[in-house]
């Protein structure tokens, strides 16, 4: 288990490195696989205000320890989708750029306060800003796009920054660890803020 938690780092990005190459294959398809799962994919990893959440979210959930690791990430994608549909509908939900930047902002400071709220309270949490990625995601899906590939794209990738973070959160276990994660989370809440000022 400990050498499969330390190989995690390195598999995502192989994985992430080798579908993202994919894109090349799939670029001019418009709608498929490639138009649709490739443009989903990478929609989250090329929006820096949504890797910061996401990889929050991972690194919040190791903070949090079990069954908080595996939960919030399942939460989030799950929400996200739903979010993404009301954006593929055009249903209007307000302050979606708000409410990302604002994800970044709070999630992080959960991790720098070393915030331990109940279950429900931190899954309600990382719902509501799921669904303001996943309107987000939703809004721009291209005309082109073969929607299910779409949503299944981004939801994989959003996994993958929750890998990512949960696999830097388990650093929590060690002193210098722990502050290393918090600092992360500093860093991503001081990312929220200037999403949310417009420096960034």
Known sequence: MKSFLRALPLGAAILLIGLLQAEHAFAHT???FGGG????FTHPILGWDHVAAM????????????????ILPVVFPLVMAFGAILGVLGLPVPGVETGIALSAVVLGAMI???AKPPLWMA???????????????GAELPATADALGYVVGFVISTGLLHL????????????GGRAAVRGAGGVISLAGIAFLAGWA
Do not use: E, M, T
Request: proline share 4%.
């Open 123 to 137: 899954g309600g949490l990382v719902g509501v800003f799921a669904i303001f990625h996943g309107y987000a995601h």
């Open 30 to 32: 418009g709608d498929g």
């Open 55 to 70: 990889v929050a979210v991972g690194l919040w959930g190791a903070f949090l320890g079990r069954p908080a690791i595996w």
């Open 37 to 40: 799962f490739v443009s989903g």
């Open 112 to 114: 720098v306060f070393a």
């Open 164 to 175: 990512i973070g949960i696999a830097f959160g388990l650093l929590v276990k060690w002193p």
